[in-house]
């Protein structure tokens, strides 16, 4: 009798898990259909978005690192893709590599100097659409100067996440670190920098 008066207790929770997992999504939102991008104002997802550097250390092995906490502003339309435009904010001091030290040193006057120019930026001024591709021509201002920068973008997908509309890219660019006045080490730790970027932006409700 005792054990009968407690099975239904027992089983409750299972069921209750049952009928929460089979309400849960089946496939991840983000779909790679570029009819599904709403046009509009999106603003970046930090806590998905990353930019990564690689560079060749003494001709050994890359060696990587990536920024975090980036902010910036995608302005969007699907219609005339040409029209969009983007800006990246990426503080410096978000760097991110495995040495404790690495990190100091990245900080310091010899390369980023963060507490000089805290942070980089990224404005586009030409977008030239390529299919689901595309060729982002603009300014990038690092450690206080600033050069043209292209970044070939792919588009990855969309859908609503948390109820917001959100979209995803990769990009790459390539960079010599000494043309924004950081070559230090320059040539037995490599001048060029290739960068990786992956960015999701969201659409305020």
Known sequence: MRL??????????????????????????????????????????????????????????????????????????????????????????????????????????????SAKFPTATFKSTKITPMGTKARIDGTFTLHGVTKPLTLEASFVGTGAMRGKQTVGFTATANLKRSDYGIAAGVPMVADDVKIDITAAFEKPQ
């Not at 998905?48 to 302005?75: A, C, M, W």
């Not at 040409?82 to 040495?99: D, F, G, K, R």
């Open 4 to 113: 009968a008066w407690l099975a239904p207790s027992l089983l409750a929770p299972a069921l209750i898990a049952a009928a929460v997992l089979a309400q849960a999504p089946t496939s991840p939102p983000g779909k790679s259909d570029p009819k599904a991008v709403v046009a509009g104002t999106y603003t970046i997802e930090s806590s998905h978005t990353q930019v990564r550097f690689e560079y060749l250390h003494l001709g050994f092995n890359p060696y990587f690192g990536d920024f975090s906490n980036i902010t910036g502003t995608l302005k969007l339309d699907p219609a005339n893709p040409a029209a969009s435009s983007v800006e990246v904010t990426i503080p410096i001091n978000s760097i991110h590599v495995p040495s404790a030290k690495l990190v100091e040193e990245f900080n310091s006057p010899q390369f980023f100097d």
